[in-house]
């Protein structure tokens, strides 16, 4: 009997401890549909930028309302591919947007500058109540309330 109160006492001490302890924090985690989110292999692959041409920013009409982001941009070669990477809300509510293109080291592609724009469109999900910024490449590409 006394071994079975030792133990529920280490127990009751250790739930203890556990529930004072500190808490973890939740990290922000992009929620939306991104269809250009990094792949696996992406490491093996050469990184460059891209040059954004035009970008806006809208709000669904949905319950909560979601927020899409569309862009423009010229990759450097028709041979890259279009990689987006989302991080945030942050502590100020900034949303982080980095596009960028991705193609194979040894890859040959013949440097073909394009005449238009390729589109994409992203959306972000919702996000709880407050007033935010959203950033494509630095630039701000606007601000919203949810």
Same mark, same amino acid.
């Given at each position: ?23 973890? !924090? ?7 549909? @991104?269809?250009?989110? =990094? ?10 930028? +891209?040059?954004?041409?035009?970008? &806006? ?7 909560? =309302? ?7 941009? *010229?990759?450097? !070669? ?5 990689? #987006?990477? +989302? ?9 982080? %947007?980095?596009?960028?293109? #991705? #193609? ?10 394009? %005449?238009? =724009?390729?589109?994409?469109?992203? @959306?972000?999900? &919702? ?16 601000? *919203?309330?949810?």
């Amino acid at each position: 009997m006394k071994k079975l109160n030792c133990i529920s006492i280490m127990i009751l001490t250790i739930l203890l401890i556990a529930a004072c302890g500190p808490q973890a !924090t939740e990290t922000p985690v992009f929620q939306g549909e @991104n269809p250009y989110a =990094p792949r696996p292999g992406d490491e093996d692959m050469q990184r460059d930028q +891209v040059i954004i041409d035009s970008s &806006s920013m809208s709000l669904a009409k949905s319950m909560p =309302p979601q927020i899409l982001l569309q862009f423009a941009y *010229f990759p450097p !070669t028709t041979c890259h591919e279009l990689r #987006v990477e +989302v991080s945030g809300p942050d502590a100020q509510n900034q949303i982080n %947007v980095t596009a960028y293109s #991705v #193609v194979k080291k040894d890859q040959v592609c013949i440097l073909m500058a394009l %005449v238009t =724009p390729l589109d994409a469109s992203l @959306n972000l999900g &919702s996000f709880p109540s407050g007033h935010y910024s959203l950033s494509l490449n630095g630039a701000v590409v606007g601000e *919203f309330d949810s």
